[in-house]
Every structure is written in structure tokens, then in C-alpha cells.
């Protein structure tokens, strides 16, 4: 069973850095894509970023230039480096893989909050 363990959440004041990690374990299929998306409250969950096996990265426009994304193949973990945070990126945010298993589906993690200070 394929498990997503998320970290790195936090109160944070506008202006300042947070660095997400995830790490999937229990997959028996090679990892194809790992992102992350967020949901703030009264609104709908949003993709932030996501990374292909390749490298391929594509962000949303809100986070450009101020979020990472990376990825360690062999740790099976992605990161999203996150700066300049304003209070509109206050969110739960969770971290997603899909596998080269033919299915196309997604897995999840069970989130981590985000908190930015005016």
C-alpha cells in the first residue's frame, strides 16, 4: 500500500520560507509524477507545482518565481521550497504521486498546514 508522509508545515510571517517534504513508500511501481496542490478554506483544492520523472516541472502562475519544486528519485520524496510567502498562500497542502501503473490514478497525502501572517 502506497503511503505519502508529509512534513514541514508551520506558522510563518508573510515575507518569510517554508520547505515541504514528502516521502512515498510501499510503491511497487515506479514513481511518474509527485507534485503538490492546496486547499484554503472556502475555496477549491489548486495544483501548485508538479515534477515529472524527467524533471519536467510546471508551477501556477500565483507561485511562480517564489516556489520550488524538486524531487529525490532515489528517497522517493518531493520537496517544494516555498519564498516570499504572502497570507493567500495560507492552505493545507498535499502532495500527490502517480505511478507507471497504468491507472492514472493519484495518491495522496494527508496534508500539511501552511500558515502565513500578515
Known amino acids: 500500500q502506497v503511503q505519502l508522509v508529509e512534513s514541514g508545515g508551520g506558522l510563518v510571517q508573510a515575507g518569510g520560507s517554508l520547505r515541504l517534504s514528502c516521502a512515498a513508500s510501499?510503491?511497487?511501481?515506479?514513481?511518474?509524477?509527485m507534485g503538490w496542490h492546496r486547499e484554503a478554506p472556502g475555496k477549491q483544492r489548486e495544483l501548485v507545482a508538479g515534477?515529472?520523472?524527467?524533471?519536467?516541472?510546471n508551477y501556477a502562475d500565483s507561485v511562480k518565481g517564489r516556489f520550488t519544486i524538486d524531487r529525490d528519485g532515489a528517497k522517493n520524496t518531493v520537496y517544494l521550497q516555498m519564498h516570499s510567502l504572502k497570507p493567500e498562500d495560507t492552505a493545507a497542502y498535499y502532495c500527490?504521486?502517480?505511478?507507471?501503473?497504468?491507472?492514472?490514478?493519484?495518491?495522496w497525502g494527508q496534508g500539511t498546514q501552511v500558515t502565513v501572517s500578515s
Open positions: 500527490f504521486v502517480r505511478m507507471w501503473d497504468g491507472t492514472g490514478r493519484d495518491y
Open positions: 515534477i515529472t520523472d524527467g524533471g519536467r516541472t
Open positions: 510501499g510503491n511497487k511501481y515506479v514513481i511518474k509524477n
